[in-house]
């Protein structure tokens, strides 16, 4: 079955405790997205990824890191969290960063930070 | 400043009715619109993506139609069924590099 996968999908963590939410997808798709979801807000993307090693920063990326080591793994990186980091987390992708593909989203990652 | 705007907030339908949400964008160069449905705490699903030369577009109960003179798009839904309950968000993408502007969503509920 085509999918995106995140893990975990649940998180409560403690300010400034390093965390990983990873995110997989199996499409063989070159474009990669995270984004953030708030109450009232409409999706915030974090970073993209247009390809292998080939990442961008979105319109927030402040206190978040990405890597793409491999075409199917996008990891979200958060070296120091802080609480406004709470929020919801979707990771993406599409099969090609531009024109009208259509993304593929995972199913989410509720983040808590105490 | 690119912007996606949408209207209502939030609508209260019974079952069975037909129900319009409109969308209002001021994306320029725009490339394309899309309508995506979210259930709650779950990932978005794309329902339409239409260019500029489309006016309508239609994925069962729901079509969506496009006027890029008037930077206007609705989403129309036929006869509601209560699965129909959740988020629809309209986005629209910046042809010069293909950022997605997201609208805030309506948020639509179906009562039976």
């Known amino acids: 079955e085509a999918q995106v996968t995140q893990n975990p999908r649940y998180l409560i963590t403690v300010t400034g405790k390093k965390l990983t939410v990873t995110c997989s997808q199996n499409?063989?798709?070159?474009?990669m997205s995270w984004y953030r979801q708030d109450p009232g807000l409409g999706l915030r993307q974090i970073y993209y990824?247009?390809?292998?090693?080939?990442?961008d920063k979105g319109d927030v990326p402040e206190g978040y890191k990405v890597s793409r080591k491999e075409k199917r793994n996008f990891p979200l990186i958060l070296e120091s969290p802080s609480p406004n980091q709470t929020s919801l987390y979707f990771c993406?992708?599409?099969?090609?960063?531009?024109?009208?593909?259509?993304?593929?989203f995972g199913p989410g990652t509720r983040l808590t930070v105490t | 400043k690119n912007q996606v705007e949408q209207s209502p907030q939030s609508l209260i339908i019974l079952e069975g009715k037909n129900c319009t949400l409109q969308c209002n964008y001021t994306v320029s160069p725009f490339s394309n619109l899309r309508w995506y449905k979210q259930d709650t705490g779950r990932g978005p699903v794309s329902l339409t993506i239409?260019?500029?030369s489309e006016n309508t577009k239609s994925n069962g109960r729901y079509t969506a139609t496009l006027d890029a003179d008037t930077k206007q798009s609705s989403l129309h839904i036929t006869a509601s069924q209560l699965s129909d309950s959740a988020s629809y968000i309209c986005v629209v993408s910046v042809r010069s590099n293909y950022q997605l502007i997201w609208g805030a969503g309506t948020k639509l509920i179906i009562k039976p």
């Open positions: 499409m063989n798709h070159e474009y």
């Open positions: 993406a992708s599409s099969r090609e960063g531009t024109g009208i593909w259509e993304q593929y």
């Open positions: 990824s247009m390809n292998v090693e080939v990442t």
């Open positions: 239409m260019t500029f």
